[in-house]
């Protein structure tokens, strides 16, 4: 069965880049889109973006200015880094395998963007 | 760009009721909708996909149905682990998420 895991540091300080690693286990990170998504205290779930095995990206575009999303097939992994972070993207930030059904999802990581 | 609303923003139901929450999109989006369960905590859990199918191992009480700009899921029976926040989920273009419905207890 496909797991998902985020990592990367929880807090981050206004203007700096926020860099996280999503690593798939249990299957192959090959022929399939994998998405970003995050969710901030009390409000839905937002997609940022996909990346496929290939490295080809697909951006949220209001969010596309600051992302950028890569992929490492070898390590069964794929990142996402978003730029210039103020207040606003305090969120839970989800890893998850596809577009059009989005499943299975990490279990989310908390990013507080604060001095 | 499409925006989705969905109503109620919350309701109040008793156990073996009947709950009824509705989507609607900007535009046409044919069947691309999906709907979603989300417990403080967790992950978004996947109930109904491309409208009205239930996933695997989704209890037959939740259903979906609708299509182009407007949807209705539905909980036949509300059971105590019902309580959650729902969503619906359009996916023609990009996943975009409603803004969610809060089911709690009377």
């Known amino acids: 069965q ?36 995050r969710q901030p205290p009390g409000k839905g779930p937002e997609w940022i973006g996909y990346v496929s095995d290939s490295g080809n990206t697909h951006y949220n575009s209001s969010l596309e200015s600051r992302v950028t999303m890569s992929v490492d097939t070898p390590k069964n992994q794929f990142f996402l880094k978003l730029r210039f972070v103020t207040a606003a993207d305090t969120a839970m ?19 507080t963007v604060s001095s | 760009d499409i925006q989705m609303t969905q109503s109620p923003s919350s309701l109040s139901a008793s156990v073996g009721d009947r709950v009824t929450i509705t989507c609607q999109a900007s535009q046409d989006i044919g069947n691309s909708l999906n709907w979603w369960q989300q417990k403080p905590g967790k992950a978004p859990k996947l109930l109904i996909y491309e409208a009205s199918d239930l996933d695997a191992g989704v209890p037959s009480r939740f259903s979906g149905r609708g299509s182009g700009t407007n949807f209705i899921f539905t909980i036949s029976s509300l059971q105590p682990e019902d309580i959650a926040t729902y969503y619906c989920q359009q996916y023609d273009i990009f996943p975009l998420f409603g803004p969610g419905t809060k089911v709690d207890f009377k």
């Open chain 1, 2 to 37: 496909v797991h998902l895991q985020e990592s990367g540091p929880g807090l981050v300080k206004p203007s700096e880049t926020l860099s996280l690693t999503c690593t798939v286990s249990g299957g192959s990170i090959r022929d399939y889109l994998w998405s970003w998504i």
């Open chain 1, 93 to 111: 930030y989800y890893c998850v395998r596809g577009t059009r059904i989005l499943g299975p999802w990490g279990q989310g990581t908390l990013v």
